[in-house]
T-cell receptor
């Protein structure tokens, strides 16, 4: 049973445009959500997070939106840059318990 | 501050053998988690150690085991290797109060032939 789903295995976006990565979850008890970015041959690195008491968190070019009623969150990257090409993982946790991860979305930024 | 290190980076084994992977966390981090990553499956949680004790465990068979030492370094062992164990094994460390934000090592790529 996949509690965290990233339904798009890959996404291609033109440089300078907005990239939107989506994540759905099934467990309404999740209270904290995170996005990680992973380059080939490296471990994932933390990007941005959001608590369930908020609906938006912004950090520079990265904004995460949380829609609790739809059990959906999204990561917006504006403007997209070539260095943003990577695999993005969505993860969720409840009460600081173990992280539950999505399968990842490969983002390709086209020049 | 040095990051999370994992050794070896690459490993090739044959079915039936056993393997031990090592992880050194960031200095001051006492929580170490292990994950298995396979294509299309995301990161599957194996277990988490804190202060030499296994605190959480994922849904993996008993062939997968781990331990943590007093200096917070951790090892993971897989016995009786199967072809399906071929994967990238990632280790992550975190501060006890910030379990959510984990810092990952580069991983060990295990290939079972």
């Amino acid at each position: 049973d996949q509690q965290v789903k990233q339904n798009s295995p890959s996404l291609s976006v033109q440089e300078g445009r907005i990239s939107i990565l989506n994540c759905d979850y099934t467990n309404s008890m999740f209270d904290y959500f995170l996005w990680y970015k992973k380059y080939p041959a490296e471990g994932p690195t933390f990007l941005i997070s959001i608590s369930s008491i908020k609906d938006k968190n912004e950090d520079g070019r990265f904004t995460v939106f949380l829609n609790k009623s739809a059990k959906h969150l999204s990561l917006h990257i504006v403007p997209s840059q070539p260095g943003d090409s990577a695999v993005y993982f969505c993860a969720a946790t409840h009460n600081n318990y173990q992280l539950i991860w999505g399968a990842g979305t490969k983002l390709i930024i086209k020049p | 501050k040095a990051g999370v290190t994992q050794t070896p980076r690459y490993l090739i084994k044959t079915r039936g053998q056993q393997v031990t992977l090592s992880c050194s966390p960031i200095s001051g981090h006492r929580s170490v988690s292990w994950y298995q990553q396979t294509p299309g499956q995301g990161l599957q949680f194996l277990f988490e150690y804190f202060s030499e004790t296994q605190r959480n465990k994922g849904n993996f068979p008993g062939r997968f085991s781990g331990r943590q030492f007093s200096n917070s370094r951790s090892e993971m062992n897989v016995s009786t290797l199967e072809l399906g164990d071929s994967a990238l094994y990632l280790c992550a460390s975190s501060l006890p109060s910030a379990y959510n934000e984990q810092f990952f090592g580069p991983g060990t790529r295990l290939t079972v032939l």
